[in-house]
């Protein structure tokens, strides 16, 4: 508790994770969770701990050749030859030492290199399974600051704890027990400054937690700040908000050196005087154990071999700050980890889809994204073959019931039918082989046009491809690339119009010819003559489907067999296109101001 509230914190505005968290970290049970990361792999973790715990108990072998040598060399009948043997055994121990963690730091290497490619698979895969609600309000950059850097140096950690572990922890306490066993006055007498050096350290290390948070915090939204001045530079530039992006970043960046620094005050006078104890014992030794010695209660031989064993303790330690300072990092990085883990999944349902046909029905549904409403009691029953158009104003949650029946999330009240069945009893899957939709905002991945196309069926071939393109009347612009289908559409496929991009995706939905079609707002970026051509399409991939268009267009929808009016969540209207107009209602009036819109266009000509 005595960092919280800290002095000096910069500004306070790190994010909101504050609070109760003053707890010290504890850094056993992080090492174990690190160990827990990699236990798919525990046969060759087994095999670096082996040969780790080998090479520390042989990192001794100098030193206690030293310490032999020594207490042998002084006495009356010094034996040469033992002597000789304990010096060649010492250098041996120092190979075999070297080779044993090299193995083991190869080994964990191998271990932690397969398992952050796990945690990145598994988060990748989760991102799959979390409702959309969840990655739309997270900032892209977050993520992947999680995904790529975050999960980077939790495998550095990760590779390097077995072997370190292995020499900060087992041969202190090897060496320990050697220096008891010879003679424990002299052994305590180099063990306390050293105890005292190591509390301070963890002392330090308690208070630099809160800065550590909020600098991985800060770290985040650097990522997200770069992201997105890179991704949103046009609408920064269009509204002369390049000077005001900046200086928000620069904010930013002076936060990231001002925890830095406060951070620097805070560990160099406690990390230094740390170091001036936790290398004091050779000093004490000498200075108090000559005394002991010259007053006859102590040995010279044990002298000697003691300050020779004492120099190897000093290099251990060393380890042990390192390794500590790690875990400490790997504590933060877990957490942050977890916090994506923990996002619950969807449920994902068994049954394999024996779905008696493709009509789709919404009983008495309802949907929040948190606290507000976004769709109430909606319920229609959409026979297989027809075609159902949702219309409404901006917001109105129509976009919303296209994504629910593909449980991008799901319901919180009521149920969604497809053939009967209850889409979440559905394996997700299987239910997407049922599903082909034409997004609002159409994402076009970075690989060529016919990889993108392919997204409606993988492994189809190339005259398929073109087939749909055709189809969606896609091939022409297509075919004017300079690479044709070859052609890199780069990251999100910036380089093409509205429509275009469209109708790459009406050519996907194409290509995957699935029962049930879902259209949201496919003419809304189009121009007149790229309207028609849409229009086209859609009406060529509607053939023969289930249907459900959501249209501003309002012409585009003139012969479905049922329109449904919504508004701010709720069906207003409902009935056919002369029926709607016939009531005098919301959608007349919608109509009627479209009409003249379309009047005063084609007048415009
Ligand atoms: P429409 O497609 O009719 O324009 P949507 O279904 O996209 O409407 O959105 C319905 C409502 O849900 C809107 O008020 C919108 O602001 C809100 N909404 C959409 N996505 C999210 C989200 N990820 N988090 C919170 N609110 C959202
Ligand atoms: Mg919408």
């Known amino acids: 508790s005595d960092t919280a509230g800290g002095a000096g914190h910069p500004d306070g505005q790190t994010g909101g994770r504050k609070g109760g968290q003053a707890d010290g970290v504890q850094l056993l049970p992080v090492a174990l969770r690190l160990l827990a990361l990699m236990r798919r792999r525990r046969g060759l973790l087994w095999l670096s701990v082996l040969c780790g715990t080998l090479a520390a108990i042989l990192s001794l072998s100098p030193y206690l050749a030293i310490a032999y040598v020594l207490v042998n060399a002084v006495s009356a009948s010094a034996d040469w030859s033992a002597i000789l043997l304990a010096g060649l055994a010492g250098m041996a121990g120092v190979l075999a030492e070297k080779l044993l963690f090299g193995l083991s730091t190869y080994l964990s290497h191998r271990v932690a290199f397969a398992t952050q490619r796990d945690l990145r698979y598994e988060l990748a895969g989760k991102l799959a399974r979390v409702p959309l609600g969840f990655t739309d309000s997270r900032s892209k950059g977050e993520i992947r600051n999680t995904m790529v850097d975050e999960i980077e140096v939790l495998e550095d950690g990760m590779a390097h704890l077995v072997p370190e572990v292995s020499a900060a922890v087992i041969a202190p306490l090897i060496t320990l027990a050697v220096m008891l066993l010879i003679d424990w006055q002299l052994a305590v007498l180099m063990i306390l400054p050293m105890a005292v050096g190591m ?55 002076a936060q990231m050196r001002d925890l830095s620094n406060e951070w ?35 040995d010279l031989g044990v002298f000697a071999a003691f300050l020779a064993v004492a120099y190897g303790f ?36 068994t049954k394999a889809p024996a779905l008696a ?90 690989g060529t046009v016919a990889d993108n196309i392919r997204l409606g069926r993988a492994g189809a071939s190339m005259e398929e491809v073109e087939a749909a393109a055709r189809a969606a009347r896609a091939h022409e612009f297509i075919e004017s690339l300079p690479e044709g289908y070859e052609t890199r559409l780069g990251e999100r496929g910036l380089g093409l119009s509205g429509g275009e991009r469209q109708r790459i995706s009406i050519a996907r939905a194409i290509l995957k010819d699935a029962p049930v079609l879902l259209l949201d707002e496919a003419t809304a970026f189009a121009d007149p003559e790229n309207e028609a051509l849409i229009q086209d399409a859609v009406a060529g991939l509607a053939r023969g489907r289930t249907v459900i268009v959501i249209a501003h267009r309002l012409h585009t929808i003139a012969n479905v067999d049922e329109i449904l009016v919504l508004d701010e969540g709720r069906i207003v209207e409902r009935g056919s296109h002369a029926d709607l107009v016939a009531a005098g209602g919301l959608f007349a009036s919608m109509w009627d101001a479209y009409e003249s819109v379309r009047s005063f266009r084609h007048a415009a000509g």
């Open 199 to 253: 509390w301070m350290m963890g002392r330090m290390m308690k208070d630099a937690e809160e800065p550590t948070r909020d600098y991985l915090e800060i770290q985040s939204r650097m990522a997200t700040t770069s992201a997105e001045m890179a991704d949103g530079i046009a609408t920064v530039r269009a509204f002369n908000q390049d000077e005001q992006a900046s200086h928000r970043a620069g904010r930013i960046f």
């Open 314 to 349: 000093g290099d251990l330690f060393a380890a042990i700050q390192g390794i500590s300072h790690r875990l400490f990092r790997q504590h933060e990085l877990l957490e942050r980890l977890d916090m994506l883990r923990d996002v619950p999944e969807l449920s994902r349902g």
């Open 264 to 298: 620097l005050e805070r560990a160099i006078i406690p990390g230094t005087a740390a170091q001036v104890l936790l290398t004091s014992h050779l000093m004490l030794l000498g200075s108090a154990g000559l005394i002991m010695t010259a007053a006859g209660w102590v």
């Open 357 to 446: 046909d493709a009509s789709i029905t919404f009983e008495e549904v309802g949907f929040a994204y948190g606290a507000r409403e976004v769709l109430s009691s909606v319920s229609f029953h959409l026979p297989e073959g027809r075609c159902l158009a949702l219309v409404g104003p901006s917001g109105s949650g129509k976009t919303t019931v296209a994504r629910l029946i593909g449980r991008f999330q799901d319901a919180d009240k009521g149920t969604i039918r497809i053939g009967g069945q209850d889409v979440r009893e559905l394996d997700p899957e299987e239910l997407h082989r049922h599903l082909a939709y034409v997004f609002q905002d159409v994402f076009l991945f970075d």
